[in-house]
């Protein structure tokens, strides 16, 4: 516990491994790198041109934040978020996340991309929790193309929630519910030539939303949310 602050234009933090259960400040054009694991039950919070990299795994317990305000987040490898990460606010975006392995959301995670030019890039994206993408904010998720199923290598499988804001964007392989809630007020679309949209279970919501890609729908599609 306690609180760890990085300040300056250009100052760094270079750690093994990284367990937080107090609070970390990442402020200005600040860097902290984690060459190994890092485990956060407290709070993170990176401001405009902040960056925090983790070569290792990320994982964000159920009483931990990550709140990001123009700033960077990158995880090399797997992630698995059981409490928030926020990025931006309807009036103050720019976050970039970038996700190199798989990225879980367990039923108690939640994925916010709240502000315009918010981008997170993942390879694949495992939803249990809640995901919500905001106006002008995208969400990428571009591993390996596989055939959809739970056991898909690239791609985003949702049992949860995901909420796609007019003027928001997910873009990915494969998308696959097998239970769970998607709204699609923004846009939906399948990358390649391969990938689907296959809602096996679940329902669907939209307000003149777009679905891009082929669609094999099992679960109800509701128009107008």
Same mark, same amino acid.
Request: glycine fraction near 18%.
């Given at each position: @516990?306690? /609180?760890?602050?990085?300040?300056?234009?250009?100052?760094? *933090?270079?750690?093994?491994?990284?367990?937080?259960?107090?609070?970390?400040?990442? #402020?200005? #054009?600040?860097?902290?790198?984690?060459?190994?694991? &890092?485990?956060?039950? !407290?709070?993170?919070? +990176?401001?405009?041109?902040?960056?925090?990299?983790?070569? *290792?795994?990320?994982?964000?317990?159920?009483? !931990?934040?990550?709140?990001?305000?123009?700033?960077?987040?990158?995880?090399?490898?797997? &992630?698995?978020? $059981?409490?928030?990460?926020?990025?931006?606010?309807?009036?103050?975006? !720019?976050?970039? +996340?970038?996700?190199?392995?798989? #990225?879980?959301?367990? $039923?108690?995670?939640?994925?916010? #991309?709240?502000?315009?030019?918010?981008?997170?890039? =993942?390879?694949? +994206? %495992?939803?249990?929790?809640?995901?919500?993408?905001?106006?002008?904010?995208?969400?990428?998720?571009?591993?390996?193309? @596989?055939?959809?199923?739970?056991?898909? =290598?690239?791609?985003? %499988?949702?049992?949860?929630?995901?909420? %796609? =804001?007019?003027? !928001?964007?997910?873009?990915?392989?494969?998308?696959?519910?097998?239970?769970?809630?998607?709204?699609?007020?923004?846009?939906?679309?399948?990358?390649?030539?391969?990938?689907?949209?296959?809602?096996?279970? /679940?329902?669907?919501?939209?307000?003149? /939303?777009? +679905?891009?890609?082929?669609?094999?729908?099992?679960?109800? %599609?509701?128009?107008?949310?």
């Amino acid at each position: @516990s306690g /609180g760890f602050t990085v300040g300056g234009s250009s100052d760094t *933090g270079n750690a093994a491994t990284l367990t937080n259960s107090g609070s970390i400040s990442v #402020l200005g #054009l600040s860097a902290v790198n984690v060459s190994g694991n &890092a485990d956060n039950s !407290g709070s993170v919070s +990176l401001s405009s041109g902040a960056a925090l990299t983790v070569g *290792g795994k990320l994982s964000n317990t159920a009483t !931990g934040t990550i709140e990001m305000l123009g700033g960077s987040l990158t995880v090399n490898r797997n &992630a698995t978020n $059981s409490g928030s990460i926020s990025a931006g606010t309807a009036f103050l975006g !720019g976050d970039v +996340l970038s996700f190199t392995g798989p #990225l879980t959301n367990t $039923s108690t995670g939640t994925l916010s #991309l709240n502000g315009p030019n918010d981008v997170a890039n =993942a390879t694949m +994206l %495992i939803n249990r929790g809640a995901v919500s993408i905001a106006s002008g904010a995208a969400l990428n998720v571009l591993g390996t193309p @596989s055939p959809v199923s739970v056991n898909a =290598a690239g791609g985003m %499988i949702n049992s949860g929630n995901v909420s %796609i =804001a007019q003027g !928001g964007a997910l873009t990915t392989n494969n998308y696959y519910q097998s239970a769970g809630q998607t709204t699609v007020d923004g846009n939906l679309t399948i990358s390649g030539r391969t990938g689907i949209i296959n809602f096996g279970g /679940g329902s669907v919501f939209g307000n003149n /939303g777009t +679905l891009t890609g082929p669609v094999i729908s099992n679960a109800p %599609i509701n128009i107008g949310d």
